[in-house]
């Protein structure tokens, strides 16, 4: 490289490159149409929505019930689809 | 573990990724972290994963984490591991301090099949322990759908369009589990996100065997297969329920492989009317939308069909 004088050795190269702050930064709730609304009156705790939701966007509550966080969920509608009790809803984001 | 203790295990994939909405790797990943059982360092090849998860300067993952090219995700992960065994017998460098570090390699189809798949030998010969977790969406997604060595015969991708001179790809899928198995190594297991259970257990098994260990995950994408985004967990399922994709572990015993039917292959194994029509899967999936429409292509569902069944009974030979 021009102007460059002597290139440095490996110990002096940066460390690669560093994505360095957390993807929780980045809302992705704005994605989705539609969004889950739960039935708490049927939910029988089983956690699948849980464990099925991409996003990880639904936690399971010190009560086990199960609870969205709107900022991240894409409005996939799997939560809804497997449900073993269809307790789960999809609505219009509004 | 049952659901609800593992339920309380903290995800290691944060939401705010940008993979699609519905998309079955990131569910898939999220359950495999969910058996991470101490410090553990993950490799990635590029792919939709490492893309959609690490969009600069914001990154998903609550654990370190290195990308590495498509086509060497298993040869970082054994220099990984021998790093971290050559700081624990010096007794210097930053990882000596730990008593143990799981290492774990994403790699795609693409990655796995094609690109990586000379890596992937290389480091199974050379015995290194870590955990292969291959992520099969059966295309190159990342890019825009183009034909692996994964993608299933008659699939449409841009790159092997259905028309009037093809059917879709012509070739069928490679078998990547029996190549795997060939290496001898001591854990070979097959996993999809729509059991959540049995994913995280052989996980797990994956992570204490000593020595290299493959998962091969079954995973639908809204995306390249076409078909809505609430149906990934579903399709996953009718996959294992057709015997498209069996459920079953491979452990070397004795030298030998022993196979063991997973309890949702198990039942159909015992069960046999249990067993779905391959069309039933098919006919859900836009990739394959031309076996149906303009006219019904029987010739080659029932092809299929019978591929299907084939493979079926030669692992049920080898599992029984
Ligand atoms: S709709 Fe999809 S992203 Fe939203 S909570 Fe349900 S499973 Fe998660
Ligand atoms: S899947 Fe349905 S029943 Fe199970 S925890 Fe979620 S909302 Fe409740």
Redesign the interface.
Known sequence: MTGQKSAPGWRELPHG?V??????????GD??VLKPKIDFGRCT????C????????IR?RGD?YPEV?Y??C?????C???CPVKCIEMVRRG | MSLREMAKQPDLLAPGHRLCAGCGEAVTARLVLKAVRGPTIVTAATGCLEVATTIFPYTAWDLPWIHTAFENAAANASGIEAAFRAMKRKGRGPLAKYEHIDVIAFAGDGGTYDIGLQALSGALERGHDFVYVLLDNEAYMNTGIQRSGGTPRCAATTTSPAGRVIPGKREWKKPIDEIVVAHEIPYVATVSASYPTDLIRKMRCALEAEGPAFIHAFVPCPRGWRFPSEQTIALGRLAVQTCLFPLWECRLEEGRPRYTLSSPSLSIAKNPERKRPIEEYLEKQGRFRHLFRPERRDDLIKEIQEWVDLKWERLLEKAL
């Open positions: 490159a994505p360095y702050k957390s993807s929780r930064e980045y809302k992705t994605w989705g705790k089983c956690t699948l849980h464990f099925y939701c991409p996003e990880g966007a399971m086990g966080d900022d991240f894409k409005g996939c509608g799997i809804a689809a497997e």
